[in-house]
């Protein structure tokens, strides 16, 4: 089966940094998602990751340690619109049914002035 | 806008009645996927559908099914519905590649009383 843990919650100040961990255990890795959910609407596809190593996209970065089953989002230059729920999503050929993402519970991020 | 779309975008029902929920995929696109988001959970993936064929099956109750039309849309039907079952519904798509996103619809929203 598989496994994602992520924190349940984070507080950043607006214009900061901040880095939220994912850790997974999956027998058939094929991919790391990270998705952004505003509450009560859809989840909006951040980034992705099947290699080692960090994919820069704007302000947002995603890194992967296959090796480590880690992986983590950066976000810079804090804005009040980033306060939202942060899900990362792993893609395992294994599981039973081909190119479904199974999902952590989501880190709810709260941007504060 | 994703271009999956979802109807109804709300609902509110009582308990024992029967529902069904539709999802227009992506143009183009030959996957859909259900997933059911109760509050403040994580995205639990319930059925996948491959060009009207069955994929995959998750922690989707036996009181839940769904099927994939010829014109590529999905409907979820939801029946002896319980106070558990309120939640918000995700249909996602995409062209079912080994790569990709997911691109998830705005979700329907349903209210068991």
């Known amino acids: 089966g598989q496994n994602i843990d992520q924190p349940t919650e984070m507080t950043a100040t607006e214009g900061a940094i901040v880095q939220i961990n994912c850790t997974y255990q999956?027998?058939?890795?094929?991919?790391l998602f990270w998705y952004q959910q505003h509450a009560g609407e859809a989840p909006t596809f951040l980034s992705y990751?099947?290699?080692?190593g960090l994919e820069e996209k704007g302000r947002f970065s995603s890194f992967l340690s296959r090796s480590k089953g880690y992986s983590y989002l950066l976000l810079k230059e804090l804005q009040m619109k980033d306060s939202a729920s942060y899900l990362c999503?792993?893609?395992?050929?294994?599981?039973?049914?081909?190119?479904?993402?199974?999902f952590g519970a989501g880190t709810r991020l709260a941007v504060h002035p | 806008d994703s271009g999956v779309t979802q109807t109804p975008k709300h609902l509110i029902t009582a308990t024992g009645q029967r529902v069904t929920l539709r999802c227009s995929p992506r143009s183009g696109d030959l996957s859909v996927y259900w997933y059911q988001q109760s509050l403040d959970q994580g995205l639990q993936f319930l059925i996948q559908y491959y060009n009207g064929e069955e994929r995959a099956k998750g922690n989707i109750l036996e009181r839940f099914s769904a099927q994939q039309f010829p014109d590529l849309h999905s409907e979820l039907n939801l029946s002896s519905l319980e106070l558990g079952d309120s939640a918000l519904y995700f249909c996602?798509?995409?062209?079912?590649?080994?790569?990709?996103?997911?691109?998830f619809g705005e979700g329907s929203r349903l209210t068991v009383l």
């Open positions: 999956t027998s058939g890795f094929n991919g």
């Open positions: 990751n099947v290699l080692d």
């Open positions: 996602a798509s995409n062209a079912g590649g080994s790569t990709g996103e997911l691109f």
């Open positions: 999503a792993v893609r395992d050929l294994f599981s039973g049914g081909y190119n479904k993402l199974i």
